[in-house]
């Protein structure tokens, strides 16, 4: 049986170590990629190639960007100093509270199985809290 190469989205990908542990691990291969911070992009692009969109990802609309491939899977790791234990806390309603909500929006825009999602325990705390 021939193996089949997983299609990759990635998001908030930082200098793309998440995308590189999985590429080197298998059978993956990342298509698209997004982060905010320019010196994280330009770190991507020198492992991955000018696959990155460098900007805000509540401004991407995954249902209309035709940029954004189809894939297999959606990765990413959103901005946890809003939830983490060693800052002040804000949660949900700190500067970067809400962004998981690109991360959902790219799942239900690509149809997605499968999603990994890198988060801490405090994170989901706080949606158990919110329902």
Request: hydrophobic fraction near 35%.
């Amino acid at each position: 049986m021939s193996k089949r190469t997983i299609r990759v989205v990635s998001l908030f990908s930082g200098c793309g170590g998440l995308d590189l542990g999985f590429e080197q691990v298998g059978d993956y291969k990342t298509l698209w990629a997004n982060d905010f911070k320019h010196e994280a992009c330009q770190t991507f692009r020198r492992h991955f190639g000018d696959i990155i969109v460098e900007g805000d990802i509540e401004q991407i609309d995954p249902y209309n960007n035709f940029s954004v491939p189809d894939c297999d899977l959606v990765l990413g790791g959103f901005p946890c100093q809003d939830f983490s234990i060693i800052w002040k806390q804000p949660g949900l309603n700190g500067e970067r509270g809400n962004l998981y909500k690109g991360f959902l929006q790219f799942v239900d825009a690509k149809k997605q199985k499968h999603l990994l999602l890198k988060m801490l325990k405090e994170f989901l705390l706080l949606i158990r809290k919110k329902r």
